[in-house]
């Protein structure tokens, strides 16, 4: 079945700095790859995904990549903030098992000012 | 507001007594989950339901059940909690299966003595 592992387990940056958080995926199958925030004391929230027939995806400071070949793919903060600091969570889920979505561990982001 | 409630937000019981774990929603999804959280392993899914009547084993459904009679309610259930389920719970709803955004609740953080 699928594996997804994510790394860093935790990151620390500069207010204004980049952040980048990567995961590989095991099943050459997986067409589905969202992003989920998750803030102290709440539970995760969608904040971009993508799907296999993109490579690159935007929303304004927040990026999501997509190498198929080497089978991973990365979320990209750019001049991030305190208010970014949260889990952030990738995740997978293949064509043929839509009803599934296999989870990363985790990448605990603190940003300090 | 559009939103998945959990019931109760913390709950400490002992070893043996049922318990039970409510949730709901108020978006008129057809997909439902529960995921269980614990340190360095994410998020795994416990049951999860794509419509009234029909549910179906996650990758962790030992020790759980689930019912689905309502559309809107998906409550977890433990028969006889032991220690090993002590961990942080959320419930999950979609639109339709996982290729839609999942919303999750504030999560139930269960101790187990």
């Known amino acids: 079945g699928e594996n997804v592992e994510q790394h860093p387990s935790t990151l620390s940056v500069q207010e204004g700095d980049s952040a980048v958080i990567k995961c590989t995926y095991s099943?050459?199958?997986?067409?589905?790859f969202p992003w989920y925030k998750q803030e102290l004391g709440k539970g995760p929230q969608l904040i971009i995904d993508i799907r296999s027939n993109v490579g690159e995806k935007k929303d304004q400071r927040i990026a999501v990549t997509l190498n198929k070949t080497a089978k991973h793919f990365s979320l990209h903060i750019t001049e991030t903030q305190p208010e970014d600091s949260a889990v952030y969570f990738c995740a997978a889920s293949t064509i043929y098992n839509t009803d599934k979505l296999i989870f990363g561990t985790g990448t605990r982001l603190q940003v300090f000012p | 507001e559009a939103q998945v409630t959990q019931n109760p937000r913390y709950l400490i019981t002992v070893t043996g007594k049922k318990l039970t774990v409510t949730c709901s929603q108020n978006m008129n999804h057809e997909y439902m989950s529960w995921y269980r959280q614990d340190p360095g392993l994410g998020l795994r899914q416990i049951y999860y339901s794509m419509n009234v009547e029909v549910t179906d084993k996650g990758d962790v459904p030992e020790g759980y059940k689930v019912s689905r009679k309502e559309k809107r309610n998906f409550p977890l259930i433990l028969e006889s909690p032991s220690p090993n389920q002590t961990s942080l719970y959320f419930c999950a709803s979609s639109f339709d299966r996982i290729n839609s955004p999942l919303h999750f609740g504030n999560g139930t953080r269960l101790t187990v003595t």
């Open positions: 099943d050459s199958a997986s067409n589905y």
